[in-house]
Nanobody, 114 residues
Framework: QVRLVESGGALVQPGESLRLSCAASGILRSPNTMGWYRQAPGKERELVAIITSGLSANYADSVKGRFTISRANARTDLQMNSLKPEDTAVYYC??????????WGQGTQVTVSS
C-alpha cells in the first residue's frame, strides 16, 4: 500500500506562482515514477509532469517552460510559474511501479483567476 498526501493548492491570480507538494508513505519499489495529473471540470484527467526514480522528467507541452517537477526520495514537488486561467483544475499526485501499480492522492484544487 502507498499513501500520497498533497498540499499547496490555492486561489491565485494570473501570472503568479504556486508550489504543490506530495509526500508518499509506504513501501516504494524502484524503479518507479511519481507525477502530477490534473482534471478540469468537464474534462478528462491529463498528465502534467512526471519524474522517475532516476530523476528523468517529462512535461505536457502546455506547461513546458512554466512548470518544474522535482523529487527527493518519497516526496515530489511541482513548481508552477506564470499561471494561467486554463491551469485551473484539481491536481492529483500519482505513484507508479510495475509491482504495485498506480496510486493516487486525494487531489488539491488550484484556481487561477483575477
Amino acid at each position: 500500500q502507498v499513501r500520497l498526501v498533497e498540499s499547496g493548492g490555492a486561489l491565485v491570480q494570473p501570472g503568479e506562482s504556486l508550489r504543490l507538494s506530495c509526500a508518499a508513505s509506504g513501501i516504494l519499489r524502484s524503479p518507479n515514477t511519481m507525477g502530477w495529473y490534473r482534471q478540469a471540470p468537464g474534462k478528462e484527467r491529463e498528465l502534467v509532469a512526471i519524474i522517475t526514480s532516476g530523476l528523468s522528467a517529462n512535461y505536457a507541452d502546455s506547461v513546458k517552460g512554466r512548470f518544474t517537477i522535482s523529487r527527493a526520495n518519497a516526496r515530489t514537488d511541482l513548481q508552477m510559474n506564470s499561471l494561467k486561467p486554463e491551469d485551473t483544475a484539481v491536481y492529483y499526485c500519482n505513484y507508479h511501479d510495475s509491482f504495485k501499480g498506480n496510486y493516487w492522492g486525494q487531489g488539491t484544487q488550484v484556481t487561477v483567476s483575477s
